[in-house]
């Protein structure tokens, strides 16, 4: 079984929907986070999320809430959604911060994505 | 604030050359880790190879090593023999270490578009 998952897979709505995607992961990490990719372009971020009780915006917030209901899930919702939020949805997850300063890696793990299609 | 560069949006490779991928990145941090991910047209990303900004060697993963030149700020992904199975979008990301420990997620550059022609 795949360590994160996402769901649905694939989705699409009209204009003024309110969508929910959804993240599980059972690779037991702390931090998750949400990204979108565009075509032609690199993943943005969306939300992250340290524990249960932090969560942060990152670049392209707006829009877009989310909701950490345990630490292995992580919920992406677009309340009213528009079609510039027609995108590819990744969840990812990745373990405590121990990066460069502490000479370790914190690589970040992604799901299969969710393709989102707003009409 | 960061941000990658990739220069080149797409190239062709023969099979069982060896290929070079550029990425240069801009951070006026002086701790981060520089990771490579690939994306084959199935969409899902894998992670290849990461380098910590105070690492003194360069990072390798069987067939990847990335070429680390912090005073050009560039980590360049090199596939020595590539195969078939490498044809993908590769994307370079930073991820900057704020202190007290947080982490802000990874910036991506946009990619390039690896095709490896038999």
């Known amino acids: 079984d795949a360590d994160v998952t996402q769901t649905p897979r694939n989705r699409i709505t009209k204009t003024g929907k309110r969508i929910m995607l959804e993240c599980s992961q059972t690779?037991?990490?702390?931090?998750m986070y949400w990204y979108r990719q565009d075509p032609g372009l690199g993943l943005r971020l969306i939300y992250y999320?340290?524990?249960?009780?932090?969560?942060n915006k990152g670049e392209i917030s707006d829009g877009y809430s989310v909701s950490r209901q345990a630490q292995a899930k992580f919920s992406l919702s677009l309340e009213s959604a528009i079609p510039n939020q027609t995108a590819l949805y990744f969840c990812?997850?990745?373990?405590?911060?121990?990066?460069?300063?502490?000479?370790?890696?914190?690589?970040?793990?992604f799901g299969p994505g969710t393709r989102l299609t707003v009409l | 604030a960061q941000k990658i560069t990739q220069t080149q949006p797409g190239m062709f490779v023969q099979e069982k050359e060896a290929v070079t991928l550029d990425c240069t990145y801009d951070t006026s941090d002086p701790s981060y880790g520089l990771f490579w991910y690939k994306q084959p047209s199935s969409g899902e990303m894998i992670f290849l190879i990461y380098q910590g900004s105070y690492d003194q060697q360069n990072a390798t993963e069987g067939r990847y090593s990335l070429n680390f030149q912090k005073a050009r700020k560039s980590a360049n992904l090199v596939i020595s023999a590539s195969q078939l199975g490498d044809s993908a979008m590769y994307f370079c990301a930073m991820r900057v270490e704020v202190m007290g420990g947080g982490a802000d997620g990874l910036t991506f550059g946009k990619g390039t578009h690896l095709i490896i022609q038999p």
């Open positions: 999320s340290f524990d249960v009780k932090d969560i």
């Open positions: 690779k037991g990490h702390d931090r």
């Open positions: 990812a997850t990745s373990d405590l911060a121990l990066g460069a300063r502490s000479g370790g890696t914190d690589t970040q793990y």
